[in-house]
């Protein structure tokens, strides 16, 4: 069936072949993307090669990976795939510093026994030591990944959110009695000192539209940019595509993507579309229906993202669909990315999703329209984070309490 429906649409767009979407991103200003998770087999890297400017790892890079031990750190499998990005002139994103999952046992288990000033000081050494590692390698970092819960009832770590995330030891980090979520701001500021020639990103979820979350993260980054300590905002975009629903949270509605992005974007932030994917339902098999609209949700979102001069990545997390996390962590769901498990000629396969990305890049900005847009002002205050990894004061700093004023648009 798709050998009849792809070369129709590709008549139809006027699209050769040969144009990869390595090669239409480059022609727009942008990079696509894909999370690796190794470089070890031949058809995955030969697609990677082909059809993405930028690569991320995908769990090679996070604390539980890199840093084995209190003084001691792992860089054999995050290297493997920085080098492969680097050799072939990739845009390479580091993912990612400050999050509450994926952490080494040594840290996780009984015996880190952490105090705030403790943690504070193995976030430096942790942020330090890989920023030193990468340094000329890496293009942007996750710095902090995912500080807002995700039910947007507030700051996740140490808040006694109900998820067993809150468990993790940086929550020793806060001062949440005290809503103090400083280390926010003193993760940005080691990263800063630690190699100023990096971007420097705070990256979420479901926060892309317009919603409690979206504002919870909208301050969290004008804050930070307020102190120039934040460069970009990373939108992971992890949508669902189903028959009647268009996602979740206020997350996957394209009109108020486009209203989000302006306001990031007016506070003079990159913006980048941090681990896109868009899983549909598998069990039972999706229908022609289903397949068409998921293939829309793809262009549409590559649509928005250059319809803003602010967005400049657009990375898929993963490179084809049997590599993808969606199908262990959601049952009866997957084909969430760009290419499938079949392969000719030494590549993957790609699907009806590809070609709507490639005919995005193609067209002219179709998601450009104005919006009404409404700015929520920030009044953070100033400097809290002590770079000699203690606590300069003891005023509370929650993004979630700070004072919105909305701003008329002009
Ligand atoms: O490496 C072990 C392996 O030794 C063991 O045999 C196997 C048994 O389950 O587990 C393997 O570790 C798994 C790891 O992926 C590597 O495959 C973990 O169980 C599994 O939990 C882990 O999942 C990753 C997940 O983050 C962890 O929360 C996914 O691959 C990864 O795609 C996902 O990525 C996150 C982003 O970093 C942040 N945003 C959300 C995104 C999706 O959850």
Redesign the pocket.
């Known amino acids: 069936m798709r050998f009849l429906f792809v070369p129709a649409l590709l008549i139809c767009a006027g699209i050769s072949h040969a144009q990869t979407l390595k090669s239409l991103a480059q022609s727009r200003g942008i990079y696509v993307g894909a ?1 690796a ?1 190794g470089v070890t087999n031949a058809t995955y890297d030969t697609t990677l090669n082909r059809e993405f400017n930028g690569i991320v790892c ?2 090679a890079m ?1 604390f539980g990976s890199i840093m084995t031990g209190e003084n001691a750190f792992s860089y054999s499998g995050a290297d493997a795939i920085v080098n492969f990005g680097v050799a072939r002139g990739m845009y390479v994103r580091g ?2 510093f400050i ?1 509450h ?2 952490m080494p046992g040594w840290f996780s288990g009984t015996t880190y026994v952490p105090s705030r000033d403790s943690t504070f000081r193995m976030m430096k050494k942790y942020i330090n030591n890989v920023m030193a590692h990468y340094r000329g390698k890496i293009n942007e970092w996750d710095i902090v ?2 500080a807002v819960a995700r039910d947007s009832s507030g700051m996740r770590l140490g808040s006694g959110y109900s998820d067993a995330s809150q468990n993790s030891k940086w929550a020793a980090l806060t001062d949440a009695p005290n809503h103090n979520f400083d280390y926010i701001d003193s993760a940005f500021a080691y990263a800063r000192r630690a190699d100023s020639n990096v971007l420097l990103i705070y ?1 979420d ?1 479901d926060c892309e539209g317009m919603g409690k979350k979206s504002n919870y993260v909208y301050n969290i980054v004008a804050g930070l940019k307020n102190k120039g300590l934040v460069d970009g905002i990373g939108l ?1 975009c ?1 949508f669902y595509v189903g028959p009647s629903t268009s996602g979740s949270n206020g997350a996957w509605v394209p009109a108020e993507m486009v209203s989000n992005f302006q306001r990031l974007a007016a506070l003079g932030l990159r913006i980048s579309l ?2 896109v994917d868009m899983r549909i339902q598998t069990n039972p098999a999706p229908d022609s229906a289903l397949l068409a609209k998921q293939r829309e949700g793809y262009k549409t979102l590559m649509g928005i993202c250059l319809a803003q001069p602010a967005c400049k990545a657009f990375f898929t ?2 490179v084809n669909d049997s590599q ?2 969606i199908p ?2 959601f049952s009866g769901y997957g084909q969430a990315l760009l290419f499938d498990n079949t392969s000719a000629n030494g590549v993957y396969n790609r699907k009806a999703v590809y070609y709507g990305v490639q005919e995005a890049l193609t067209a002219t900005s179709i998601w450009g329209h104005k919006t009404n847009l409404k700015i929520i002002a920030d009044d953070h205050q100033s400097h809290r984070f002590d770079l000699r990894g203690r606590l300069v004061t003891a005023l509370p700093y929650n993004p979630i309490f700070v004072t919105k004023k909305t701003v008329n648009p002009k």
């Open positions: 999370a998770s995908e769990n996070k993912h990612n999050w999952k994926q990944n995912e990256n979820y992971q992890h941090t681990e997390w993963g993808s996390w262990g962590a």
